[in-house]
Protein backbone atom coordinates (compact mmCIF):
# COMPACT_ATOMS: atom_id res chain seq x y z
CA UNK A 1 0.00 0.00 0.00
CA UNK A 2 1.86 3.61 -1.33
CA UNK A 3 1.51 6.35 0.45
CA UNK A 4 1.73 10.17 -0.53
CA UNK A 5 4.46 12.52 1.95
CA UNK A 6 2.85 15.54 1.00
CA UNK A 7 -0.33 15.11 2.94
CA UNK A 8 0.62 16.91 6.86
CA UNK A 9 -2.43 15.28 7.84
CA UNK A 10 -1.42 11.54 6.49
CA UNK A 11 2.58 12.62 8.21
CA UNK A 12 0.84 13.04 11.70
CA UNK A 13 -1.39 9.74 11.41
CA UNK A 14 1.55 7.70 10.65
CA UNK A 15 4.00 9.33 13.43
CA UNK A 16 0.97 8.76 15.78
CA UNK A 17 0.74 4.88 14.32
CA UNK A 18 4.13 4.38 15.51
CA UNK A 19 3.72 4.02 19.01
CA UNK A 20 2.15 0.76 18.97
CA UNK A 21 2.56 -2.12 17.31
CA UNK A 22 1.11 -5.14 19.29
CA UNK A 23 -2.59 -3.85 19.38
CA UNK A 24 -5.71 -5.33 17.32
CA UNK A 25 -4.95 -4.74 14.05
CA UNK A 26 -6.91 -2.48 11.91
CA UNK A 27 -6.81 -0.95 8.83
CA UNK A 28 -4.98 2.43 7.14
CA UNK A 29 -9.08 3.82 6.52
CA UNK A 30 -9.82 2.38 9.55
CA UNK A 31 -6.92 4.02 12.09
CA UNK A 32 -7.62 7.72 10.15
CA UNK A 33 -11.19 7.42 10.65
CA UNK A 34 -10.30 6.87 14.61
CA UNK A 35 -8.19 9.14 14.91
CA UNK A 36 -10.42 11.84 13.04
CA UNK A 37 -13.13 11.55 15.37
CA UNK A 38 -10.44 11.83 18.49
CA UNK A 39 -9.05 14.89 17.09
CA UNK A 40 -12.74 16.40 16.48
CA UNK A 41 -12.14 17.74 20.60
CA UNK A 42 -9.73 20.07 19.69
CA UNK A 43 -10.27 23.74 19.21
CA UNK A 44 -9.99 25.08 15.87
CA UNK A 45 -7.43 26.86 17.35
CA UNK A 46 -5.12 23.79 18.25
CA UNK A 47 -5.52 22.32 14.92
CA UNK A 48 -4.23 25.56 13.51
CA UNK A 49 -1.21 25.47 16.06
CA UNK A 50 0.01 21.85 14.51
CA UNK A 51 -0.47 22.92 10.89
CA UNK A 52 1.51 26.20 11.08
CA UNK A 53 4.33 24.45 13.31
CA UNK A 54 4.67 21.45 10.50
CA UNK A 55 4.24 24.22 8.02
CA UNK A 56 7.50 25.93 9.36
CA UNK A 57 9.53 22.66 10.07
CA UNK A 58 9.41 22.56 6.08
CA UNK A 59 10.97 20.10 4.00
CA UNK A 60 14.19 19.52 6.02
CA UNK A 61 12.23 18.15 9.04
CA UNK A 62 10.14 16.27 6.88
CA UNK A 63 13.03 13.97 5.34
CA UNK A 64 15.04 14.28 8.26
CA UNK A 65 12.68 12.76 10.64
CA UNK A 66 9.47 12.00 8.86
CA UNK A 67 10.52 10.19 6.15
CA UNK A 68 13.09 7.72 7.71
CA UNK A 69 10.01 6.52 10.07
CA UNK A 70 7.76 6.10 6.94
CA UNK A 71 10.76 3.94 5.64
CA UNK A 72 10.98 1.89 9.30
CA UNK A 73 6.92 1.35 9.22
CA UNK A 74 5.73 1.46 5.69
CA UNK A 75 5.49 -2.31 5.64
CA UNK A 76 4.28 -2.78 9.11
CA UNK A 77 0.15 -3.27 9.09
CA UNK A 78 -1.63 0.20 10.94
CA UNK A 79 -2.29 0.14 14.89
CA UNK A 80 -4.45 2.15 17.00
CA UNK A 81 -2.86 4.97 18.93
CA UNK A 82 -3.15 4.53 22.53
CA UNK A 83 -2.75 8.07 24.79
CA UNK A 84 -4.83 7.62 27.67
CA UNK A 85 -8.03 10.38 27.95
CA UNK A 86 -8.59 13.26 26.09
CA UNK A 87 -6.77 15.25 28.21
CA UNK A 88 -3.25 13.82 26.90
CA UNK A 89 -5.01 14.50 23.52
CA UNK A 90 -5.42 17.68 24.42
CA UNK A 91 -1.61 18.14 24.68
CA UNK A 92 -0.48 17.66 21.19
CA UNK A 93 2.74 19.49 20.84
CA UNK A 94 3.85 17.36 23.10
CA UNK A 95 3.09 13.82 22.37
CA UNK A 96 4.57 15.46 19.06
CA UNK A 97 7.92 16.12 20.19
CA UNK A 98 7.89 12.27 22.13
CA UNK A 99 6.75 10.98 18.75
CA UNK A 100 8.91 12.21 16.75
CA UNK A 101 11.80 11.63 19.07
CA UNK A 102 10.82 7.77 18.89
CA UNK A 103 10.68 8.14 15.10
CA UNK A 104 14.29 9.10 15.29
CA UNK A 105 15.70 6.28 17.69
CA UNK A 106 13.35 3.83 15.62
CA UNK A 107 15.72 4.57 12.72
CA UNK A 108 18.84 4.50 14.00
CA UNK A 109 17.62 1.02 16.02
CA UNK A 110 15.71 -0.63 13.33
CA UNK A 111 15.55 -3.75 16.01
CA UNK A 112 13.14 -2.07 17.92
CA UNK A 113 10.48 -3.01 15.47
CA UNK A 114 10.69 -6.47 16.55
CA UNK A 115 9.86 -5.41 20.23
CA UNK A 116 6.72 -5.57 21.96
CA UNK A 117 5.53 -2.67 23.83
CA UNK A 118 5.46 -4.01 27.87
CA UNK A 119 4.88 -0.71 29.44
CA UNK A 120 4.46 3.20 29.12
CA UNK A 121 3.52 5.79 30.98
CA UNK A 122 3.29 9.66 29.85
CA UNK A 123 3.49 12.22 32.13
CA UNK A 124 6.37 14.89 32.66
CA UNK A 125 9.06 12.21 31.40
CA UNK A 126 7.40 9.36 29.16
CA UNK A 127 8.50 5.67 29.43
CA UNK A 128 8.11 3.01 27.05
CA UNK A 129 9.38 -0.35 28.52
CA UNK A 130 10.00 -3.06 25.23
CA UNK A 131 10.39 -6.49 25.04
CA UNK A 132 11.38 -9.13 22.78
CA UNK A 133 10.98 -12.61 23.75
CA UNK A 134 12.26 -13.91 26.79
CA UNK A 135 15.73 -12.39 27.01
CA UNK A 136 15.68 -8.82 24.98
CA UNK A 137 14.62 -5.87 27.00
CA UNK A 138 14.86 -2.17 26.13
CA UNK A 139 14.04 1.14 28.01
CA UNK A 140 13.25 4.98 26.91
CA UNK A 141 12.56 7.63 28.72
CA UNK A 142 12.28 10.72 26.87
CA UNK A 143 11.33 14.62 28.43
CA UNK A 144 7.86 15.36 28.22
CA UNK A 145 8.01 18.70 27.41
CA UNK A 146 11.31 19.12 25.43
CA UNK A 147 11.08 15.99 23.43
CA UNK A 148 14.60 15.31 24.34
CA UNK A 149 16.05 11.70 24.92
CA UNK A 150 17.02 11.24 28.62
CA UNK A 151 17.51 7.49 28.86
CA UNK A 152 17.69 4.48 26.41
CA UNK A 153 19.10 1.39 27.47
CA UNK A 154 19.27 -2.10 25.23
CA UNK A 155 20.53 -5.12 26.92
CA UNK A 156 22.03 -5.86 23.28
CA UNK A 157 20.95 -9.64 23.02
CA UNK A 158 19.98 -10.00 19.70
CA UNK A 159 21.76 -6.93 18.43
CA UNK A 160 25.10 -8.65 18.15
CA UNK A 161 26.42 -10.26 14.89
CA UNK A 162 28.73 -12.86 15.29
CA UNK A 163 29.70 -12.59 11.92
CA UNK A 164 30.33 -8.79 12.05
CA UNK A 165 34.36 -7.83 12.92
CA UNK A 166 34.47 -5.75 16.02
CA UNK A 167 34.69 -1.87 15.12
CA UNK A 168 37.33 0.17 16.31
CA UNK A 169 37.53 2.45 19.54
CA UNK A 170 37.70 5.67 17.09
CA UNK A 171 34.09 4.17 15.05
CA UNK A 172 32.34 3.82 18.29
CA UNK A 173 33.23 7.35 19.34
CA UNK A 174 32.23 8.41 15.45
CA UNK A 175 29.17 6.64 15.82
CA UNK A 176 28.43 8.09 19.35
CA UNK A 177 29.22 11.51 18.30
CA UNK A 178 26.54 11.24 15.29
CA UNK A 179 23.87 9.58 17.57
CA UNK A 180 24.52 12.66 20.00
CA UNK A 181 23.57 14.91 17.02
CA UNK A 182 20.91 13.54 15.85
CA UNK A 183 19.54 13.33 19.37
CA UNK A 184 20.22 16.88 20.82
CA UNK A 185 19.85 18.97 17.37
CA UNK A 186 21.33 22.32 17.57
CA UNK A 187 22.25 21.86 20.80
CA UNK A 188 24.38 18.89 20.25
CA UNK A 189 27.12 21.37 18.55
CA UNK A 190 27.74 22.47 22.54
CA UNK A 191 28.94 19.25 23.89
CA UNK A 192 32.16 18.13 23.99
CA UNK A 193 34.08 15.00 24.89
CA UNK A 194 35.20 14.55 27.86
CA UNK A 195 36.27 10.86 28.75
CA UNK A 196 36.33 7.61 26.86
CA UNK A 197 36.30 4.53 28.18
CA UNK A 198 33.98 1.59 28.07
CA UNK A 199 31.59 4.81 27.32
CA UNK A 200 31.84 8.18 25.96
CA UNK A 201 30.71 11.31 28.44
CA UNK A 202 30.08 14.67 26.53
CA UNK A 203 30.03 17.73 28.54
CA UNK A 204 27.97 20.67 27.25
CA UNK A 205 30.08 24.43 26.88
CA UNK A 206 28.35 27.41 26.63
CA UNK A 207 30.76 30.45 26.15
CA UNK A 208 33.86 28.12 26.31
CA UNK A 209 33.13 27.03 29.80
CA UNK A 210 31.97 24.21 30.59
CA UNK A 211 28.39 23.09 32.19
CA UNK A 212 28.50 20.97 35.24
CA UNK A 213 25.94 18.79 35.53
CA UNK A 214 25.16 18.66 31.60
CA UNK A 215 27.05 15.00 31.42
CA UNK A 216 25.93 12.97 28.70
CA UNK A 217 27.22 8.68 28.55
CA UNK A 218 26.96 7.06 25.68
CA UNK A 219 27.76 3.30 25.42
CA UNK A 220 28.47 1.36 21.77
CA UNK A 221 28.82 -1.66 21.42
CA UNK A 222 31.44 -3.74 19.02
CA UNK A 223 29.17 -3.95 16.47
CA UNK A 224 28.48 -0.33 16.33
CA UNK A 225 25.17 -0.37 17.68
CA UNK A 226 24.43 1.95 20.20
CA UNK A 227 23.25 0.24 23.53
CA UNK A 228 23.20 3.82 26.56
CA UNK A 229 22.83 6.65 26.64
CA UNK A 230 21.85 8.97 29.24
CA UNK A 231 21.55 12.68 29.45
CA UNK A 232 20.67 14.96 32.45
CA UNK A 233 16.97 16.28 32.58
CA UNK A 234 18.21 19.76 34.34
CA UNK A 235 20.27 20.59 31.76
CA UNK A 236 17.22 21.15 29.41
CA UNK A 237 15.14 23.95 29.02
CA UNK A 238 17.85 26.42 29.92
CA UNK A 239 17.47 29.98 29.12
CA UNK A 240 20.64 31.33 27.94
CA UNK A 241 19.84 35.17 26.98
CA UNK A 242 20.22 35.73 31.01
CA UNK A 243 23.84 34.13 30.87
CA UNK A 244 26.56 35.59 32.69
CA UNK A 245 29.29 35.80 30.35
CA UNK A 246 33.24 35.03 31.79
CA UNK A 247 34.47 38.51 31.00
CA UNK A 248 31.87 39.86 33.81
CA UNK A 249 33.85 37.35 36.15
CA UNK A 250 36.18 38.71 38.83
CA UNK A 251 39.46 38.41 38.55
CA UNK A 252 42.09 35.92 39.93
CA UNK A 253 43.80 38.68 42.77
CA UNK A 254 39.90 39.41 43.75
CA UNK A 255 38.87 35.74 44.19
CA UNK A 256 41.82 35.68 46.28
CA UNK A 257 40.82 38.45 48.62
CA UNK A 258 37.54 36.60 49.08
CA UNK A 259 39.53 33.92 50.13
CA UNK A 260 41.32 36.09 52.76
CA UNK A 261 38.49 36.76 54.39
CA UNK A 262 37.07 33.31 54.96
CA UNK A 263 40.37 31.56 56.07
CA UNK A 264 40.17 30.25 59.20
CA UNK A 265 42.36 27.71 61.49
CA UNK A 266 41.52 24.24 62.57
CA UNK A 267 43.12 21.94 64.24
CA UNK A 268 43.50 18.31 63.63
CA UNK A 269 44.16 15.64 66.17
CA UNK A 270 45.60 12.94 63.82
CA UNK A 271 46.60 13.61 60.17
CA UNK A 272 48.88 11.12 58.18
CA UNK A 273 49.69 13.90 55.78
CA UNK A 274 51.49 13.01 52.27
CA UNK A 275 53.97 15.56 50.07
CA UNK A 276 51.85 16.34 47.30
CA UNK A 277 54.94 16.88 45.17
CA UNK A 278 56.56 13.50 45.76
CA UNK A 279 53.56 11.11 47.04
CA UNK A 280 55.76 10.37 50.12
CA UNK A 281 54.39 9.94 54.01
CA UNK A 282 55.98 13.03 55.47
CA UNK A 283 54.53 13.45 59.11
CA UNK A 284 51.92 12.29 61.26
CA UNK A 285 50.09 13.56 63.87
CA UNK A 286 48.39 17.19 64.88
CA UNK A 287 48.39 20.00 62.16
CA UNK A 288 47.00 23.14 62.54
CA UNK A 289 45.83 23.97 59.22
CA UNK A 290 44.33 26.78 57.35
CA UNK A 291 41.14 26.32 55.39
CA UNK A 292 38.05 28.25 53.84
CA UNK A 293 34.84 28.39 56.14
CA UNK A 294 33.08 25.88 54.46
CA UNK A 295 33.27 22.10 55.55
CA UNK A 296 36.85 20.87 55.17
CA UNK A 297 36.34 17.63 52.59
CA UNK A 298 34.10 19.79 50.51
CA UNK A 299 35.06 21.30 47.15
CA UNK A 300 34.96 25.25 47.46
CA UNK A 301 33.02 27.50 45.32
CA UNK A 302 32.73 31.40 44.44
CA UNK A 303 30.04 33.02 42.66
CA UNK A 304 32.05 34.28 40.05
CA UNK A 305 30.13 37.64 38.88
CA UNK A 306 29.66 38.55 42.90
CA UNK A 307 32.53 36.73 43.99
CA UNK A 308 30.39 35.35 47.51
CA UNK A 309 31.35 32.05 48.44
CA UNK A 310 28.95 29.76 47.67
CA UNK A 311 28.11 27.45 50.48
CA UNK A 312 27.81 23.97 49.05
CA UNK A 313 27.52 22.11 52.16
CA UNK A 314 25.65 23.61 55.93
CA UNK A 315 28.80 22.62 57.42
CA UNK A 316 31.11 26.07 57.72
CA UNK A 317 33.60 28.28 60.42
CA UNK A 318 32.19 31.46 58.71
CA UNK A 319 31.60 33.79 62.06
CA UNK A 320 29.44 36.45 59.68
CA UNK A 321 26.96 33.54 59.18
CA UNK A 322 26.80 33.19 62.48
CA UNK A 323 28.74 30.33 63.98
CA UNK A 324 30.63 30.63 67.12
CA UNK A 325 32.06 29.24 70.19
CA UNK A 326 29.41 28.46 72.88
CA UNK A 327 30.87 27.82 76.09
CA UNK A 328 29.75 24.56 77.59
CA UNK A 329 30.33 23.35 81.15
CA UNK A 330 30.02 19.46 81.46
CA UNK A 331 27.85 18.24 84.57
CA UNK A 332 29.83 16.58 87.71
CA UNK A 333 27.36 13.72 88.11
CA UNK A 334 26.73 12.85 84.59
CA UNK A 335 24.76 9.66 84.13
CA UNK A 336 26.32 6.17 84.49
CA UNK A 337 24.51 3.32 83.45
CA UNK A 338 26.50 -0.07 84.34
CA UNK A 339 23.39 -2.64 84.79
CA UNK A 340 19.46 -2.77 83.69
CA UNK A 341 18.20 -1.92 87.36
CA UNK A 342 20.37 1.60 86.92
CA UNK A 343 18.81 2.08 83.36
CA UNK A 344 15.42 1.19 84.42
CA UNK A 345 15.89 4.10 87.18
CA UNK A 346 17.64 5.96 84.76
CA UNK A 347 14.30 5.98 82.60
CA UNK A 348 11.53 6.35 84.93
CA UNK A 349 13.39 9.67 87.04
CA UNK A 350 14.89 11.22 84.04
CA UNK A 351 11.92 11.14 81.42
CA UNK A 352 9.25 9.93 83.34
CA UNK A 353 8.60 6.95 81.34
CA UNK A 354 6.20 4.37 83.13
CA UNK A 355 9.47 1.20 83.74
CA UNK A 356 8.09 -0.83 86.60
CA UNK A 357 10.95 -3.16 87.07
CA UNK A 358 13.79 -3.87 85.44
CA UNK A 359 12.52 -7.15 84.16
CA UNK A 360 11.25 -4.74 81.49
CA UNK A 361 14.78 -3.74 80.38
CA UNK A 362 16.64 -5.35 77.22
CA UNK A 363 20.16 -5.99 77.67
CA UNK A 364 22.52 -6.68 75.09
CA UNK A 365 26.39 -5.95 73.48
CA UNK A 366 27.27 -3.48 70.56
CA UNK A 367 30.24 -2.63 68.89
CA UNK A 368 30.64 1.16 68.14
CA UNK A 369 32.93 0.89 65.34
CA UNK A 370 36.80 0.22 67.02
CA UNK A 371 35.53 0.11 70.56
CA UNK A 372 33.62 -3.39 71.59
CA UNK A 373 31.12 -4.76 74.17
CA UNK A 374 29.10 -1.32 74.69
CA UNK A 375 25.99 -1.84 76.74
CA UNK A 376 22.39 -1.50 75.03
CA UNK A 377 19.55 -0.93 77.10
CA UNK A 378 16.21 -0.99 75.74
CA UNK A 379 12.14 -0.63 76.89
CA UNK A 380 9.05 -0.40 74.93
CA UNK A 381 5.99 0.01 76.61
CA UNK A 382 2.53 1.91 76.57
CA UNK A 383 3.35 2.66 72.91
CA UNK A 384 6.36 4.46 73.76
CA UNK A 385 10.42 3.19 73.73
CA UNK A 386 13.95 4.46 74.76
CA UNK A 387 17.19 3.58 74.14
CA UNK A 388 20.73 3.89 75.86
CA UNK A 389 24.05 3.20 74.72
CA UNK A 390 26.87 2.91 77.68
CA UNK A 391 30.36 2.67 78.15
CA UNK A 392 31.34 -1.20 79.52
CA UNK A 393 34.10 0.06 82.02
CA UNK A 394 33.05 3.88 82.92
CA UNK A 395 28.75 3.06 82.32
CA UNK A 396 29.29 6.83 80.94
CA UNK A 397 26.58 7.36 78.37
CA UNK A 398 27.45 7.71 74.59
CA UNK A 399 24.05 7.46 72.80
CA UNK A 400 20.44 7.70 73.44
CA UNK A 401 17.02 8.13 72.06
CA UNK A 402 13.37 8.08 72.93
CA UNK A 403 10.13 8.68 71.11
CA UNK A 404 9.39 12.67 71.14
CA UNK A 405 6.12 13.70 72.55
CA UNK A 406 5.47 16.07 69.32
CA UNK A 407 3.00 18.96 70.68
CA UNK A 408 1.83 21.76 68.01
CA UNK A 409 3.55 24.54 66.69
CA UNK A 410 7.38 24.84 66.18
CA UNK A 411 9.72 26.64 68.50
CA UNK A 412 12.64 29.25 66.79
CA UNK A 413 15.80 27.15 66.42
CA UNK A 414 17.65 29.59 68.33
CA UNK A 415 15.33 28.20 71.34
CA UNK A 416 15.68 24.92 70.19
CA UNK A 417 19.60 25.11 70.10
CA UNK A 418 19.75 26.74 73.56
CA UNK A 419 17.83 23.12 74.52
CA UNK A 420 20.15 21.04 72.31
CA UNK A 421 23.23 22.90 74.70
CA UNK A 422 21.84 22.77 77.88
CA UNK A 423 21.03 19.23 77.14
CA UNK A 424 24.36 18.55 75.57
CA UNK A 425 26.10 19.84 79.12
CA UNK A 426 24.59 16.76 80.80
CA UNK A 427 26.55 14.17 78.30
CA UNK A 428 29.82 15.77 77.13
CA UNK A 429 32.70 15.17 78.10
CA UNK A 430 34.78 16.70 81.53
CA UNK A 431 37.78 18.40 78.92
CA UNK A 432 35.13 19.77 76.51
CA UNK A 433 34.59 23.25 77.61
CA UNK A 434 33.56 25.03 74.50
CA UNK A 435 31.81 23.52 70.94
CA UNK A 436 30.12 24.97 67.56
CA UNK A 437 27.63 24.16 65.79
CA UNK A 438 28.21 22.44 62.36
CA UNK A 439 25.48 21.80 61.03
CA UNK A 440 21.72 22.58 62.25
CA UNK A 441 18.56 20.11 60.08
CA UNK A 442 15.23 20.23 60.42
CA UNK A 443 12.92 17.14 59.56
CA UNK A 444 9.30 18.49 58.62
CA UNK A 445 7.48 15.35 59.18
CA UNK A 446 9.12 14.29 62.61
CA UNK A 447 9.01 17.88 63.56
CA UNK A 448 12.72 17.44 64.84
CA UNK A 449 15.54 19.40 65.08
CA UNK A 450 19.31 17.93 64.69
CA UNK A 451 22.27 20.08 65.86
CA UNK A 452 25.44 18.71 65.06
CA UNK A 453 28.92 19.76 67.24
CA UNK A 454 32.46 20.37 67.23
CA UNK A 455 34.91 20.59 69.97
CA UNK A 456 36.33 23.97 69.90
CA UNK A 457 39.56 25.42 71.70
CA UNK A 458 40.00 29.31 72.16
CA UNK A 459 37.36 29.71 68.89
CA UNK A 460 39.40 27.04 66.90
CA UNK A 461 37.39 24.29 65.95
CA UNK A 462 39.54 20.98 67.21
CA UNK A 463 38.62 17.44 64.86
CA UNK A 464 39.93 13.86 65.78
CA UNK A 465 41.29 13.38 61.94
CA UNK A 466 39.72 15.21 58.88
CA UNK A 467 36.72 13.05 58.04
CA UNK A 468 35.68 12.85 61.64
CA UNK A 469 34.63 16.76 62.66
CA UNK A 470 31.57 15.89 64.45
CA UNK A 471 31.89 15.40 68.60
CA UNK A 472 28.32 14.87 69.23
CA UNK A 473 24.73 15.58 67.93
CA UNK A 474 21.16 16.18 69.95
CA UNK A 475 17.80 16.33 68.44
CA UNK A 476 15.73 17.86 69.73
CA UNK A 477 11.37 17.65 69.91
CA UNK A 478 10.71 21.05 67.49
CA UNK A 479 7.49 21.51 69.73
CA UNK A 480 8.16 21.02 73.08
CA UNK A 481 11.99 21.68 73.30
CA UNK A 482 12.26 18.25 74.66
CA UNK A 483 15.58 15.71 74.46
CA UNK A 484 14.88 13.20 71.98
CA UNK A 485 18.28 11.13 70.77
CA UNK A 486 21.89 12.39 71.85
CA UNK A 487 24.82 10.51 70.36
CA UNK A 488 28.71 11.44 70.76
CA UNK A 489 31.01 10.73 67.98
CA UNK A 490 34.46 11.49 67.15
CA UNK A 491 35.75 13.71 70.60
CA UNK A 492 39.61 14.58 70.33
CA UNK A 493 41.54 14.57 73.19
CA UNK A 494 41.61 18.16 74.60
CA UNK A 495 43.33 17.49 77.80
CA UNK A 496 46.84 18.87 76.50
CA UNK A 497 46.03 20.66 73.67
CA UNK A 498 47.06 24.17 75.16
CA UNK A 499 50.23 22.93 75.57
CA UNK A 500 50.16 21.84 71.77
CA UNK A 501 49.36 24.93 69.96
CA UNK A 502 51.62 27.42 68.87
CA UNK A 503 51.96 30.70 69.95
CA UNK A 504 50.20 33.25 67.76
CA UNK A 505 53.23 34.96 66.36
CA UNK A 506 54.30 31.62 64.71
CA UNK A 507 51.36 31.30 62.88
CA UNK A 508 51.46 32.32 59.36
CA UNK A 509 49.38 35.04 57.89
CA UNK A 510 46.46 34.61 55.46
CA UNK A 511 47.99 36.36 52.74
CA UNK A 512 50.64 33.22 53.18
CA UNK A 513 47.84 30.95 53.60
CA UNK A 514 45.93 31.50 50.38
CA UNK A 515 49.01 31.73 48.18
CA UNK A 516 49.56 27.95 49.05
CA UNK A 517 45.82 27.16 48.85
CA UNK A 518 45.56 28.33 45.54
CA UNK A 519 48.73 27.11 44.18
CA UNK A 520 47.80 23.67 45.30
CA UNK A 521 43.56 23.75 44.66
CA UNK A 522 43.37 25.77 41.93
CA UNK A 523 39.89 27.24 40.86
CA UNK A 524 38.25 26.36 37.43
CA UNK A 525 35.52 28.52 35.76
CA UNK A 526 32.53 27.28 35.13
CA UNK A 527 28.85 27.04 34.55
CA UNK A 528 26.64 25.83 37.16
CA UNK A 529 23.45 24.67 37.84
CA UNK A 530 21.12 25.73 40.87
CA UNK A 531 17.80 24.91 42.10
CA UNK A 532 15.11 27.37 40.65
CA UNK A 533 17.37 29.09 38.36
CA UNK A 534 16.64 28.80 34.32
CA UNK A 535 20.14 29.84 33.62
CA UNK A 536 22.99 28.34 34.21
CA UNK A 537 25.24 30.06 37.10
CA UNK A 538 28.90 31.11 36.59
CA UNK A 539 31.09 30.38 39.42
CA UNK A 540 34.69 29.35 40.04
CA UNK A 541 35.32 25.94 41.29
CA UNK A 542 37.34 22.94 42.43
CA UNK A 543 34.93 20.46 41.33
CA UNK A 544 36.17 20.57 38.40
CA UNK A 545 39.50 19.46 38.74
CA UNK A 546 38.48 15.58 38.57
CA UNK A 547 40.23 14.09 41.40
CA UNK A 548 38.05 15.14 44.37
CA UNK A 549 40.40 13.02 46.69
CA UNK A 550 43.04 15.36 46.42
CA UNK A 551 42.65 17.18 48.96
CA UNK A 552 45.28 20.08 50.34
CA UNK A 553 45.80 21.01 54.00
CA UNK A 554 48.25 24.32 54.82
CA UNK A 555 50.10 23.67 57.57
CA UNK A 556 49.64 27.04 60.13
CA UNK A 557 53.10 27.37 61.21
CA UNK A 558 55.61 26.73 57.92
CA UNK A 559 53.04 27.64 55.34
CA UNK A 560 53.93 24.34 53.66
CA UNK A 561 50.86 22.11 52.02
CA UNK A 562 49.99 18.38 52.40
CA UNK A 563 47.51 15.85 51.49
CA UNK A 564 45.93 13.30 53.06
CA UNK A 565 46.72 10.01 52.69
CA UNK A 566 44.41 7.53 51.04
Same mark, same amino acid.
Given at each position: ??? =???? /??? %? ?8 ? $? !?? &?? *? ?107 ? =???? /??? %? ?8 ? $? !?? &?? *? ?409
Amino acid at each position: MNH =SLND /DED %ILVRLRQARR $Y !QM &NQ *KTSEEMLQNLKAQERIWTHQQRMKVRLQWLFKGALTCLVLLVPAYIVLKDRPAQQVEIAGSEQLAQQDKNERVLSRLAVLYQWVPELQQYEIESETFDEVYNRRLKHGE =SQQA /DIR %IDSKTGALLW $Y !QN &NG *KGLASHSQKAISESQKEGIAATFLQSMMGEEGSRYQLISRSSEMIYRQFLNGVPLLGSDIAIRVNEQGKVVQYSASHGALGLRLSDLTGPAQAITAEQLQATLREHMRLRYIENLEAVDPDTGEITRTGPMLEYAPAVRFSGAVSLNAESGQIIYTSNYDRDTSRGVFPIPVSPQENSPQIKSKQEAAIYFRQAWGLPVESDIQIMEKARDRGPLKGYKIYSWDGSGRSAMLAADPVTGKVVELSREPKRGNGRLAQEEAQREAVRSLQIYVDPAISEVQVAHTSYEQAQKLYTFYFMASYAGIPVVKEPDQDIAYQVAIDGTTGELVAFRKNAVPDMGSLQKKLPPEEEIITTEQAVAQYVKYNPFSLVYRLEEGRTAPVLVYTQEYRGNQDYRIFIDAQTGKAYSAKR
